[in-house]
C-alpha cells in the first residue's frame, strides 16, 4: 500500500528497478524521480508501461541534491500511501586523473551522490521505512584508475548505509560492478574500456541476474555489498597484484607469487642492464617495441605492430582511464616511477620510449658492467678447464689473449700511456700473470 520512491528512474538502471518491484514485489505506488522528470527519452513509455501492469506512477522533475525542492516533494505524497521505501540509483561519471581532476567535475560526481544521499537520508529519517537502498559502485570498494571522485562519491554511499544501520535504520548499498544493461553510467565504455575490465576480473552482470542479487541482498545482514560478476582466472593470471580486497579470495601460487615480487624488485635494474649494453640506435628501437607492446595490450590489440609509433595517443584512443593503465603497466616494466600525466605530456609512442630512455639514465655510451659480469662468472670455469691439462691451458691463454687484445684495440685509438708498451706486456705475460689478472677482475 505504500509508496516507493526511486531517483534517476528514468535511467537504465532506474527503469530496470521500476519494473522488477511492480513485477516482482507487487508495488503499486510509485515515485519516480530524476532531473527532467516526463521530459526525459522514454519517461512516457516508461509510465504507460508500468501502469499497464497495475501500478500508480507519479513522474517527476526534481533536483535531490535541491533540500527544499526534495522536501516539497515528499510532502506530497498522500497519506493514505506513505512512502515505505527509498532506492537511489542516480549519478554521473566524469573520469579524469586525479592531478587533473577540476572543481566542475568534483561538484558533477559528488553533488548526485553526496548532497542528494544526506538529503534524502535526513528527509526521511523519521518516517517508517521498510528500505533505504543506495547504487553504489565497486569503484569504491577496490579503486578503479581514472574515477578518484567517482569512486569517492560511493565511498560515502557505503558509509551512510553503515551509519544509518548504526542508529537502527535500514541502510543497504549495493556498490555494482559493470552491467550488461547500457546506462549513462556504461553507455559510453569502449571495446577497449571492456576488455581492461575484463583483464581486472570484472565481467558484465546480466539484468535477471542483477535484480536476483537485489532481491538476495537483505537477507545478508551486510550494510554494504560488492556486487559483481568475478572472473577468477583472470585475476590469478594478471601480470600486477589483485586490488587489496580480492587478495583473500583470488591467491596464486607462493611461487608465482615470489618470482613476481623478485621480477618486480628487479625489473628497472634488469631493464636499463640490458639497455646499457645495446647502442643508442638499438635501445630507442627495444623501448619502442616496449612502448607499443604496452599499448597494444592497454587497447585490446593483438599484434603490438599495428601500433604506429608516430600516431598521437588520442587518436590511438586513449583517454584518462587507458592512460593511467599504461603508466601502471610502464611502471612494472621499467621499476620507475612514471606520473599519471605520461601519455599527455609525450604525444605518441615515440615520443614516450625517448622520454623512458632519459629516466632509464641511458647516456648511449654500452656500460662495461655486463661484460664485468659475464667474465666473473666465467672465471671458475676457465680455472677449471685450465686445471684439467697444457692443452687445455694453452688454448685458454691464447683465446684470452685474444680478449685481451680486442679489449684494447675496441676503443680504436691507443690507451694513455702508450698502446706499444701495452701490446709488449701482454704478449711477453705469462700464463700465471694472465690467470692473475682474471682474478683481478672477478
Not at 81 to 107: K, M, N, W, Y
Not at 161 to 176: E, F, K, T, V, Y
Amino acid at each position: 500500500a505504500g509508496t516507493v520512491l526511486i531517483t534517476g528512474a528514468t535511467g537504465a538502471l532506474g527503469a530496470v528497478l521500476a519494473r522488477h518491484v511492480v513485477a516482482e514485489h507487487g508495488a503499486r505506488h510509485l515515485l519516480l524521480v530524476s532531473r527532467r522528470g516526463e521530459s526525459a527519452p522514454g519517461a512516457a513509455e516508461l509510465r504507460a508501461e508500468l501502469e499497464e501492469a497495475g501500478a500508480s506512477v507519479t513522474v517527476a522533475a526534481c533536483d535531490v541534491t535541491d533540500r527544499e525542492a526534495l522536501a516539497g516533494l515528499l510532502a506530497a505524497v498522500p497519506a493514505e500511501h506513505p512512502l515505505t521505501a527509498v532506492v537511489h540509483t542516480a549519478g554521473i561519471v566524469e573520469d579524469g586523473v586525479f592531478s587533473a581532476l577540476t572543481r566542475q567535475q568534483l561538484d558533477a560526481v559528488l553533488l548526485p551522490k553526496v548532497d542528494a544521499a544526506w538529503n534524502l537520508h535526513e528527509l526521511t529519517r523519521d518516517l517508517d521505512l521498510s528500505a533505504f537502498v543506495v547504487y553504489s559502485s565497486i569503484a569504491g570498494l577496490l579503486g578503479t584508475a581514472g574515477q578518484a571522485n567517482y569512486a569517492s562519491g560511493n565511498t560515502f554511499l557505503d558509509a551512510l548505509a553503515a551509519h544509518r544501520r548504526a542508529q537502527g535504520l535500514p541502510g543497504l548499498s549495493l556498490a555494482w560492478g559493470l552491467w550488461a544493461e547500457s546506462s549513462e553510467l556504461s553507455g559510453s565504455l569502449t571495446d577497449a574500456d571492456i576488455k581492461r575490465l575484463a583483464r581486472s576480473g570484472l565481467l558484465p552482470l546480466r539484468t535477471a541476474e542483477a535484480m536476483e542479487l537485489f532481491d538476495a541482498a537483505p537477507a545478508t545482514g551486510e550494510a554494504v555489498l560488492g556486487v559483481t560478476r568475478l572472473d577468477t582466472a583472470a585475476l590469478r593470471s594478471a601480470d600486477t597484484e589483485p586490488p587489496a580486497l580480492l587478495r583473500g579470495l583470488v591467491r596464486r601460487a607462493p611461487k608465482r607469487a615470489a618470482a613476481a615480487a623478485t621480477a618486480d624488485q628487479a625489473g628497472g635494474a634488469s631493464l636499463a642492464e640490458r639497455l646499457a649494453a645495446l647502442s643508442p640506435g638499438q635501445q630507442e628501437a627495444a623501448l619502442v617495441d616496449l612502448v607499443r607492446a604496452q599499448v597494444a595490450g592497454v587497447l585490446g590489440h593483438a599484434d603490438p605492430s599495428a601500433i604506429d609509433a608516430d600516431r598521437a595517443f588520442q587518436e590511438l584512443g586513449f583517454d584518462s582511464l587507458t592512460a593511467v593503465e599504461l603508466r601502471n603497466r610502464l611502471n612494472t616494466a621499467s621499476g620507475l616511477r612514471l606520473p599519471t600525466t605520461l601519455v599527455f605530456d609525450h604525444p605518441n609512442p615515440g615520443a614516450l620510449a625517448a622520454y623512458l630512455r632519459d629516466q632509464l639514465g641511458l647516456d648511449g655510451t654500452p656500460s662495461a658492467e655486463p661484460v664485468l659480469k659475464e667474465l666473473s662468472r666465467l672465471t671458475s670455469l676457465i680455472k677449471e678447464v685450465a686445471a684439467a691439462g697444457p692443452d687445455g691451458q694453452a688454448l685458454l691463454t691464447a683465446r684470452l689473449r685474444e680478449l685481451l687484445s680486442l679489449a684494447e684495440t675496441a676503443g680504436g685509438e691507443a690507451a694513455p700511456g702508450g698502446r706499444e708498451d701495452d701490446d709488449a706486456d701482454l704478449e711477453s705475460a705469462s700464463d700465471e700473470e694472465l690467470f692473475a689478472l682474471l682474478d683481478e677482475l672477478e
